[in-house]
């Protein structure tokens, strides 16, 4: 068993302790030591059973005392990249997987990542560092997803489908074949893509629709 730290005490960070207490129930393999979290009204108080145990700027000095390991519980693209960006030196990030997730032997999912109960990922797709997939997201075969994607529960993303950089998801949108989801693109809740999104742009509906350009 070995020490791991939740960065992030909000709604997401209740559910990544929640993930980690079901891999533990698989198999026996970590210690939850608290969140860091940045609100002083959260420091010091306990959050379904966990201490807020100080500012997420302790977490170097946390890892080297107790050699523990770190996950990012933020939904948010930009709020985990700048995290990661704090801690260049840094190279404890876990990558937590849901037992229950399906994950082709064929595919991959880089460092840092979360994937939350109910996910499947098909063949020949990969996945690159630091991304969340909460809830039952699908993913289909041969996709391209680059760092720092956040797609929301109950998404479901076809075959051949590239998903760049800090793209977000919404819950419940479905992405056809072969599109591509530009770097920083958001693609709004229940959507319907079946145009390529460009970078920086915000779609809704269905079929998706710009709504406006960053
Ligand atoms: C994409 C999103 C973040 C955009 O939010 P926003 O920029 O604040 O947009 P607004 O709420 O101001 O809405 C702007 C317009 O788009 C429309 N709109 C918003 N979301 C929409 C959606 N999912 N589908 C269709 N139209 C939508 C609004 O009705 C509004 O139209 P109007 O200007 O004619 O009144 C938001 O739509 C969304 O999907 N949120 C869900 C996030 C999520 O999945 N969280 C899950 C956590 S587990």
Redesign the pocket.
């Known amino acids: 068993m070995k020490g791991i730290v939740i960065l992030g005490a909000g709604d ?1 960070g209740k559910e990544v302790a929640w993930l980690i207490e079901e891999i533990n129930k698989r198999e026996p393999r970590y210690i939850i030591l608290g969140y860091l979290d940045d609100s002083e009204l959260k420091i010091g108080t306990s959050v379904n059973g966990y201490e807020v145990l100080g500012p997420v700027s302790l977490l170097p000095e946390i890892s080297r005392k107790q050699g523990a390991s770190a996950v990012i519980a933020m ?1 948010d693209v930009d709020a985990r990249k700048k995290l990661v960006e704090m801690f260049p030196d840094f190279n404890a990030w876990e990558t937590l997987v849901h037992p229950s997730v399906n994950i082709s032997d064929r595919s991959s999912v880089g460092k840092g990542c979360v994937i939350c109960v109910g996910g499947n990922i098909s063949c020949d797709t990969r996945i690159g560092d630091f991304c969340l997939f ?1 809830i039952s997201v699908t993913m289909g075969h041969d996709c391209e997803v680059g760092n720092f994607v956040s797609i ?2 109950g998404s479901c993303v076809s075959g051949h489908v590239v998903i760049e950089n800090c793209a ?1 998801l ?3 949108c479905t992405v056809v074949p072969k599109m591509r989801v530009g770097e920083h693109a ?6 319907v893509v079946i145009r390529n999104v460009k970078a920086g742009t ?1 779609v ?3 079929p998706a629709k710009v ?2 350009f960053f």
Do not use: C, D, E, P
């Not at 958001?186 to 959507?191: D, I, L, P, R, T």
């Open positions: 997401f939904q909460n929301m529960s977000y919404a819950t419940n958001v693609v709004g809740a229940g959507s915000t809704m509906g269905v709504l406006r």
